[in-house]
Each structure stands twice: as structure tokens, then as C-alpha cells.
């Protein structure tokens, strides 16, 4: 597909809004240096506005466009569950959890560990999630990001990888997190503006004549397994989404651990200027996540009906359905494309961006700064986190292919990796939280078991549906952790969570979006059980 001259000009402009934005939040008063604080937390001063728009912007990369958008081709609505149930988990996040974070002060989710288990906890979960956002989330957004943009312009998927790399760092690294969280502002207004191009140019090719809408009508009246969010027991694809169990099942796991425990997203509240604006941010990007599944999962569900038409190619698109949104965007007319193309940067450039500052503040403050280099100026570390999240791209980069490059569903794939130590970071915060006797030698048992037990069910129970056996790791994963603490000495007197001393009370403008979205969401379960 070539982009036109209208559509060069459209994703120039962008770019050159963004590089201005971001280096004109980025500059300091005269006379004050940056410090750890101002790169990593934003100064601490990210209004509601700025945390939801982030938050969405970090969420939405190339796994969630492309991946599901290549499910929404393979299973249909049923993928949307990763979305919508996510509003509610957000919900959740912002009355119970966010109120424990910021009354502790903390930079890192693995310095709460530290503040509730001790330095050994903290330093076991530090590490691996510096692997894990390096070698899997981080690698994941640059392999699909690449295969998109190779889709749309015919570049090597290398060559589209090191560019969307480069525009991520150029942008983002010298500002940190306030950068980031500014210009995510910018990206999603383009993402859910091109998000809709693409839904109602999709929509239009099914429909002809009679527009959008009846396109909408015809997939609903013709393939009307593909709009159902509950599949049963012969569905092809019910081990990935197990009819029920996907609303009473792991798939909460997996929710908690991603939008509740994950530096990578819950670093934009704890950068915000109030609890008060923290909850805020929240409630508007849980509305925002309601939009998802209708710009990403229905244009999948219009390719599908395309291909069996023959109008798009059925062979290419079963074989790869990561490459779905790509030929998708090929059928967006001149005038459009540009939009659309800046929409996918967008999304993929923020999710790196996100990912490299989340890497490079869990390295510095939690293993550079208190491990190797005690008591450098501030400077220094801004330096070193600086350093470090462009060395986590360059990792990124080269493990992209070999991890990869062979996988049907990355999409899937990703999950089912998450799903090994989801259960374990799940029940070691739950039981920190609310759970006075969780002591440290409860919290290793557990996280052990986590990656031990999933290991055992996934080859001694290969039917097992994975979030099914996500549900099952969790609970045993809470009753180990419970056992191991009450038979071991009990925490330091400091170490366990005030309850008592920290306000839950939230706002009354948070309580009525809470029941907007509770009651939006029970009505699309109904309709499209």
C-alpha cells in the first residue's frame, strides 16, 4: 500500500507535534536539575486527564491492534473479555489498591514488596520483571509493530522495527515519564480517530451501498457465532476462552496482575498529583477501554466476512491472522491511510515508550541505586535510567525474530507466558494487602509455587483450558502463601498494611462512572451472551 502525498503530510505533522510536545514538558525551570522524581514519577503532578489518556495509550500497542484484531478474525467477540472486563478491574484498582501505593510513597511495585516482605522479596520480583518487560512485552510490541508496518508499506519487518524503536526513544528518553504521559494525550486522540476510520471503512466494504451500519447488521445476521462472548464446549478456540470460566475463571488473574501490580501501567497514578486525581484518571480509562473492542475487534470480524466474500485472501489471512489490521488497512482509500498510519505508530510507539521508562525506573531504584551505586546525586540516576531503557530496546531488538517470528498468535502466546507467575503476583500482593500474618517466607513459598504448579499443570494437563488453570494455580497459590506464614514468625510490626489508616472513601463524580460502566458492560453480556 503507498501513502500519498496527503498521507506523508498527515503523519509529518504528527511527528513533529509530538517531538514538540515532548521537549516542551520535558524543560526544567531555569535552574533546577531533573531528579529521580521529576523522570520517573512526572513530578508527581500527572492531572486525571493526562493518567487515563496514558494509561489507554500504554495498553494499546501493536499486541492488542494487531493481536486482537486477529482474533477478532479467528473467534470473534469472545476476545473482547480482555477488554471490557478490564474496566471493572480498573474500578477496583482505584477505590482499594491506589489508596495502599500512594499512602507508602512508593516509586516501584517492587518497593511496596520491600515495604511488606523485606529486600529479598523485592529484589526476586525486580529482576523478573525487568526480564519480562524486556524479553517478552517490550519484544512483543516491537515483532507485532514491525509485522504491521511491513504490512502497509512493504518494508522488512526489521527495518520497521528499528524505526519504530528509534521514534520511541528520540521522543521519549530525554523527558521520562511526564514526556510520555503529555504526549500520550496526542496518541490516543489519533488512535481512536484512525481506530474508527478503519471500523467504519471496514463496516462500509460489508455493507455497499447501504453504508456502515447495515454492514454492521449483515456480520451480526451472518456470522452471528463471531458476536458471541460466552463460547461453548465445541467452539475450536474454547481452551483460549472457556466459555464461563472467562467471567468466573483466571482471566481476573491475569486482569489484577496487568492493570493492579504492573509498574508498566500503575506507574501514571502513582505519578498524579492527588489520590483524588489518581481515581479519576482511572474512571475515564476504563470508559475509554469500553471503546477498544469496537475500533480492534469488529474490523477483524469484517475481514472475515470480506475474505468469505473474496474480497480479501481467505488462505493468507487463516495462516497469519496477526496480519489481519495490516491488509485491513490496505483498503483504506488515499486521504485516510495517513491517519490511520499515525493511528498504529501511535499505538506502538507509546506502549515502547511506557515499557522503557517502567524498565528503566524498576532497574535504577530498585537494583542499580540500592545494590551497586548507594548515594549518587540524582542526576546520576536520571542518567543511569536514561541508559538503561535505551539498552533495554536494543535487547528488545535483536530477540525480536528468535522469540517470535514463529508463533501463530503472538497475542495468545503472551498471555499463556504471563499466565506462569500472574497467580503468584496476584496472591503476594492480595495477601500484603489485606492479610496482616503474610509474612516473607509466605510470599517466596507462594511465588515459587506460582511458576512450579503452572509448569506441572501445563504438561500434566494439556487440555486444561489456561485460564482455567490460572484459577486453580491462584487459589493454591493463597492457601500455600497462608500455611508457609502461620508456620514461620510472623513480620516485623512495621511491615504489615494499616487498613485502618488509609482512606477508601472515593468521590461521588468516581461512584457514578463506576455505575455507568458497571451497568454498560451488564448489558452487553446480556446482549451478546
Known sequence: MALETIDLVIVGVYAIALFAIAILVSREPAGHQKDTEDYFLAGKALPWWAIGASLIAANISAEQIIGQSGQGFVVGLAIAAYEWQAAIVLLIVAKFF????????????????????????????????????????????????????SAVTGWAVLPAMLGLAAFAVLYSLYGGLKAVAMTDIIQVVILILGGFAILWISLGLVGGEDGAMAGLATLMGEIPGHFNMILKPDHPNYGDLPGIWTLLGGLWVLHFSYWGFNQYIIQRALGAESLPEAQKGLAFAAFLKLLIPVIVVIPGIAALWLAQNGQLDMAELSARPDSTYGVLMTLVPG???????????AAIVSSLASMMNSISTIFTMDIYRDYIAKERTEGHYVLVGRLTALTAMVIALILAKPFLGGMESAFQTIQEYTGFIAPGVVAVFLLGFFWKRANEAGAFALLISSVVLSVIASIALPELPFVLRIWIVFLTCLVIGAIVSLMTIAPKPEQPVDLGGIEFHTRTGFNIAAVLIVLILAGIYVAYW
Do not use: C, D, H
Open 98 to 149: 491506589l489508596p495502599i501505593f500512594l499512602e507508602r510513597k512508593i516509586f516501584t511495585m517492587p518497593q511496596f514488596l520491600e515495604t511488606r516482605f523485606g529486600p529479598e522479596v523485592k529484589s526476586i520480583m525486580a529482576v523478573f520483571w525487568i526480564i519480562l518487560y524486556t524479553a517478552v512485552n517490550l519484544t512483543s510490541i516491537l515483532w507485532l509493530g514491525g509485522l504491521a508496518i
Open 335 to 345: 486521504g485516510l491511510r495517513g491517519l490511520v498510519f499515525a493511528a498504529l505508530i
